[in-house]
């Protein structure tokens, strides 16, 4: 049950936490569009019309828009945490804190109402992850001022699923998911008796339907260079599947249309079920691999460590020797910055394959939690 006092608190560090995400937003639009304002006056046109003027807001307002959520997933962390120590500072600079000591309550009694805010807005963070990112992913891949998807060249990938099979082609259209004149190559393994090479004019992608009556993989339409059947094996026929009606074939593969361009740079705009299921279904070698793995165990330790952060401001802003608050909010401040730097260091770590992923991503979680044990006994009380 919150009491008067906590609600007071939990109300003044959500309205501190949205005051700071209304400026660092809007400081990153200011600063962005005084960069980028070409690209939207390129596409809008520059005859100067108020038609033209009026498109090119339009475009402007749209793409920030989209891109809100992207910048409450990557600044949302840092900016809960930057709340609580200016609330904390508030309470301090105001003497507010001196009332419940008199009243024999303990400081660490305001971890209460600001661990389960920062906790409900961890959730709204997660929520942001899971269910908005995702469904934007096509327009967080828009370019300034236009609203189609920029084209991209492939990268040519191994297939791990399918006995190193080669993907290569001229170019993908990301909206479509389609790969223009599409490759695959193929050496002799188990899946063929010969190696065998697939052409054809486009190859799109198919997602898995909810009953299973559709499996993943891609679907090569109008094929410009079409092998003998015969050459599969009893396998391989069940992963290549000719069209007897029809100029195409469709091959079953777990690889993700994403890893066709950026080598799947694009982790952040998943979903975790999606970043389990490449991981259960690794089709692209262990390098990937590692990657996804760093992120999914990210997006675990991301909260925990938010809430271990609050822990350690605590006692140091309401400290039990200080001579000025401005220095405890510095010396916070440059307390929370090393622990930040050594949880980038782990996942720079993690990533070159110096740490295992799963250590990499909980390392900062165990230190965080050391050093909080540690900064209690410095508490005013």
């Known amino acids: 049950m919150l009491t008067t006092f906590d609600k007071y608190v939990t109300r003044r560090l959500l309205h501190t936490f949205v005051l700071l995400f209304i400026a660092a ?7 962005d569009l005084f960069m980028n304002i070409e690209a939207f006056q390129d596409v809008a046109g520059k005859a100067g019309s108020p038609a033209d003027n009026q498109q090119m807001f339009l475009r ?11 910048f409450f997933e990557l600044a949302g962390p840092i900016l809960i945490v930057v709340s609580v120590i200016a609330v904390l500072g508030l309470l301090q600079k105001s003497s507010e804190t001196f009332p419940l000591l008199a009243a024999g309550i303990p400081t660490f009694r305001l971890l ?6 920062a906790a409900f807005l961890n959730l709204a963070l997660v929520a942001n992850q899971e269910l908005a990112i995702p469904t934007l992913a096509i327009q967080l891949q828009t370019p300034r001022g236009s609203r189609s998807v920029e084209i991209h060249r492939v990268e040519p990938v191994y297939d791990y699923t399918n006995a190193m099979m080669l993907i290569s082609g001229e170019r993908v259209l990301v909206e479509s998911q389609t790969i223009v004149n599409p490759s695959f190559s193929m050496l002799e393994s188990h899946l063929n008796t010969q190696p065998f090479v697939l052409k054809a004019e486009t190859a799109r992608f198919v997602e898995p339907t909810a009953g299973g009556k559709t499996r993943r993989g891609y679907l090569l339409q109008k094929l410009t260079d079409q092998p003998d059947p015969s050459i599969l094996t009893d396998e391989g026929r069940k992963r290549f599947i000719f069209s007897p009606r029809s100029n195409n074939v469709f091959i079953a593969s777990e690889l993700s249309f994403d890893e066709l361009y950026k080598r799947g740079q694009n982790l952040h705009l998943l ?12 089709s692209t070698g262990s390098m990937p691999l590692r990657g996804q793995s760093m992120a999914l165990h990210s997006r675990i330790t991301r909260p925990i460590i938010c809430l271990l952060s609050i822990t350690i401001a605590l006692p140091l802003v309401i400290r039990r020797e200080s001579t000025s608050l401005i220095t405890n909010m510095a010396v916070c401040a440059a307390v929370l910055g090393v622990f930040y730097g050594i949880g980038q260091g782990c996942q720079l770590l993690g990533t070159a394959g110096l740490l295992e992923p ?5 390392l900062p979680v165990i230190v965080s939690s050391i050093a909080s ?5 410095i508490v005013q009380t």
């Not at 937003?25 to 600063?31: D, R, T």
């Open 60 to 70: 402007i307002g749209e793409y920030y828009f989209y891109h809100l959520f992207e």
């Open 25 to 31: 937003y809007g400081l990153f639009v200011v600063i």
């Open 373 to 377: 044990t540690w900064t209690s006994a």
């Open 271 to 282: 979903s975790s079920s999606q970043l389990v299921h490449r991981i259960r279904n690794a």
């Open 112 to 117: 209460r109402p600001l661990l389960l805010s």
């Open 358 to 362: 799963d250590l990499a991503a909980w």
